[in-house]
């Protein structure tokens, strides 16, 4: 980890830090562990948003850190095929690789650094699996999967399908040069991702070399959350202490600090971390398994039709999961 680094940093356009007279920080509102899981059929995740309140996170819903793990011969999963409908998912992949494919014609692959961004809108059928290759060799895997909400008015939108490829993303550098910032989607100091979203988001994946800090600006009517997916650091100017798999909820300002320990593991040489911040929608929100919807009478609409095969049925080039 990372997938996506440049060899001299000092090139990339910088994120000046804000004025802090002029620019109130954020403060920490909260910091949540995420619980270890299995998805799919067995691939380990943790659920970064288990036990925080959903109007904090609003318009997201559910974002699961998929591995690191090193795979052994024959032990990488996927999931089966499933449908969904109401939301967007993001998959972004930072090591190894997974291969899709959805009944409305979507598909491909996306590996070190690549995003799938499928909006799922009135709903299809879908399936992630790991390659043939990855699961007969093994190797290291590692990604996240986010899901952004879709206001009522997109919810029933046609599905579309995005590949974002890892050279594809904005590389800026922080103030003094300690951290890489890539943004995926949404817009960062002027600067903006390739991401095409709906509700308006911004997410950024952010390297910092240890003993660094950084202070980015943050809209004002957005969210803001980062979870640590490597690393130790600190978060907020309180610096409260951070580490692997911990989501940090900020409060209202103008600005963010995040800064990476001094001394780091050998096995995670930076921090790294994911910033996340989005317009909330303020709807409310239904959801069930794969659906989310406004309302319990619309989950049952959407069960009914994906039971009915309204949602679409799996191509007869339909790929499988690989199992050896």
Known sequence: ?????????????????????????????????APSAFEGEGFPVRRAFAGVDQSLLDPFIMMDQMGEVEYAPGEPRGTSWHPHRGFETVTYIIDGAFIHQDSHGGGGVITNGDTQWMTAGSGLLHIETPPEELVLS?????????????????????????NLVANGVALLSSDDGGALLRVIAGDLAGHTGPGSTHTPITMV?????????????????????????????????????????????????GSLTISADSSQDANAPALEVVLLGGEPIQEPVAWYGPFVMNTQRELMQAVEDYQKGRLGVIPHDGIQPFHS
């Open 205 to 253: 994946h952010a390297t910092i070399a240890p003993g660094a800090s950084m202070t980015l600006p943050w809209r004002r009517d957005f969210n803001a959350l980062a979870y640590v997916l490597s690393g130790r650091g600190t978060v907020g100017e309180e610096k409260r202490p951070v580490r692997a798999g911990q989501l940090t909820v900020f409060g209202q300002g």
């Open 1 to 33: 980890m990372p997938a996506v680094t440049v060899e001299d940093i000092t090139v990339l356009p910088r994120v000046r830090r804000p004025d802090p007279g002029l620019v109130k920080a954020r403060p920490v509102a909260s910091i949540t562990t």
């Open 138 to 162: 093994g190797g290291l895997f590692h990604g996240l999967q986010l899901w952004v909400n879709l206001p009522r008015s997109a919810k029933m939108n046609p599905p579309r399908y995005q």
